[in-house]
Nanobody, 117 residues
Framework: QVQLVESGGGLVQAGGSLRLSCAAS????????MGWFRQAPGKERAFVAGIRWSGGSTSYADSVKGRFTISRDNAKNTVYMQMNSLKPEDTAIYYC??????????WGQGTQVTVSS
């Protein structure tokens, strides 16, 4: 079993930045793909960014390309997402995931990100 705990969410003005962290415990996640999804009010959960176990391959939703950067530190069992140039439409609950890319098994509880205009 893997437990994922997100942190770093909060309230920020449009154009600002936040850095989300996701700490994994229970077992090592170094062999798993990891990523972030988000769910905005009234919408379905959507993929935001993903990173392979080696950290050498990343993918992003079109809506965040060029603004968000995902990274990981396998030694710390942690994945990060730097979010810059935030927009009000980025407001959502952000979930950390781990598992096989495209079929993530483990989900965190989520952290709220609110971007004010």
């Amino acid at each position: 079993q893997v437990q994922l705990v997100e942190s770093g969410g909060g309230l920020v003005q449009a154009g600002g930045s936040l850095r989300l962290s996701c700490a994994a415990s229970g077992r090592t996640v170094s062999s798993y793909a990891m990523g972030w999804f988000r769910q905005a009010p009234g919408k379905e959960r959507a993929f935001v960014a993903g990173i392979r176990w080696s950290g050498g391959s990343t993918s992003y939703a079109d809506s965040v390309k060029g603004r968000f950067t995902i990274s990981r530190d396998n030694a710390k069992n942690t994945v990060y997402m730097q979010m810059n140039s935030l927009k009000p439409e980025d407001t959502a609950i952000y979930y950390c995931v781990a598992g096989i890319a495209g079929a993530y098994t483990y989900w965190g509880q989520g952290t709220q990100v609110t971007v004010s205009s």
